[in-house]
């Protein structure tokens, strides 16, 4: 932390941040190692504070800020989405005990990206493990629409690659409007 990510520090920074957000074992890493144009093998290891590699997305140069989402790491939240150009919010939605969870922290984090003017895309994760859940729902479940917030919802598998490339494509299209 600290002076690596300052907001101090953002207009000497290079690239733009893209700053992956969700509860702990929802799936953020796996969904990075597939995001970049080169894939990477992945091992399964909790994220502490914050995992941050350079990479690039549809050839675009992105810096990638991989969060750890254990409780006791999302008290970082706020300072990274302070130095953030884009939020992706992952989801497990076959993790249904702990959505009231999710629609706590996701309200904290769409208000600050509401008041930064962040893009925001929602990952619906392991869309493979077959669970059944309609994006309306969570939708509304998170009430985003009482946001301004400029915001898509995709569901995705690391698994079968499904929305692998619409990830992609709201990154690239929303870092250079
Ligand atoms: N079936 C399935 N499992 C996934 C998927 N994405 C992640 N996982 C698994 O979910 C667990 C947590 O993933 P990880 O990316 O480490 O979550 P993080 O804590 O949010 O970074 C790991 O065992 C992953 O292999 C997916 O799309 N499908
Ligand atoms: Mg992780």
């Known amino acids: 932390m600290g002076q690596e990510i300052s907001s101090k520090n953002k207009e000497t920074n290079k690239f733009p941040r893209v700053l992956v957000l969700g509860l702990d074992n929802s799936g953020k890493s796996r969904l990075v190692s597939k995001i970049v144009?080169?894939?990477?093998?992945?091992?399964?290891?909790?994220?502490?504070?914050?995992?941050?590699?350079?990479?690039?997305?549809?050839?675009?140069?992105?810096?990638?800020?991989?969060?750890?989402?254990?409780?006791?790491?999302?008290?970082?939240?706020?300072k990274l989405i302070e130095v953030a150009s884009l939020i992706i919010f992952v989801i497990d939605p076959s993790d249904v005990p702990r959505l009231p969870k999710v629609k706590l922290e996701g309200a904290k984090v769409f208000k600050e990206a509401e008041s930064k003017k962040l893009p925001v895309l929602i990952v619906l994760s392991k869309v493979d493990v077959g669970w059944n859940m309609k994006k309306e729902k969570i939708e509304n479940g998170l009430e985003l629409k009482k946001y301004r917030l400029k915001y898509s919802i995709v569901e995705t598998s690391a698994s079968t690659n499904i929305g692998i490339n619409d990830v992609r494509y709201f990154i690239t299209t929303n870092l250079n409007e």
């Open 37 to 78: 144009d080169e894939p990477y093998h992945f091992v399964s290891i909790p994220t502490a504070t914050v995992d941050v590699q350079d990479s690039q997305i549809n050839s675009q140069d992105v810096t990638i800020f991989d969060a750890g989402g254990y409780v006791t790491y999302r008290r970082f939240w706020p």
